[in-house]
Nanobody
Framework: QVQLVESGGGLVQAGGSLRLSCAASGRTFSSYAMGWFRQAPGKEREFVAAISWNGGLTYYADSVEGRFTISRDNAKNTVYLQMNSPNPEDTAVYYC?????????????????WGQGTQVTVSS
């Protein structure tokens, strides 16, 4: 069992920066790939970024590539999402999720555990 708690959301101006954190409970955090997803009002939950268990591999949605960076610190049981140059289209609730054996890191259904989400609002 893994419990995930996101933090760091809030209001940010377009072109600014924001860092989201996701703290995980449990001693098996380092065995999970981790992902960030987001959901805007009236839209489907969508993939943002993912990172392998040791941080050696990262994947990004085309819409955030080059602006967002996912990273993890297994000693702190924490995964991060650094958001640089956000724009109003990035406004959403952001969720972190843990994936143990899922074959696809892009699909929400492959993730086993989810946090409660943190709201990010980007003003123009």
């Amino acid at each position: 069992q893994v419990q995930l708690v996101e933090s760091g959301g809030g209001l940010v101006q377009a072109g600014g920066s924001l860092r989201l954190s996701c703290a995980a409970s449990g001693r098996t955090f380092s065995s999970y790939a981790m992902g960030w997803f987001r959901q805007a009002p009236g839209k489907e939950r969508e993939f943002v970024a993912a990172i392998s268990w040791n941080g050696g591999l990262t994947y990004y949605a085309d819409s955030v590539e080059g602006r967002f960076t996912i990273s993890r610190d297994n000693a702190k049981n924490t995964v991060y999402l650094q958001m640089n140059s956000p724009n109003p289209e990035d406004t959403a609730v952001y969720y972190c999720a843990a994936n143990k054996y899922g074959s696809s890191w892009y699909e929400a259904g492959e993730y086993d555990y989810w946090g409660q989400g943190t709201q990010v609002t980007v003003s123009s």
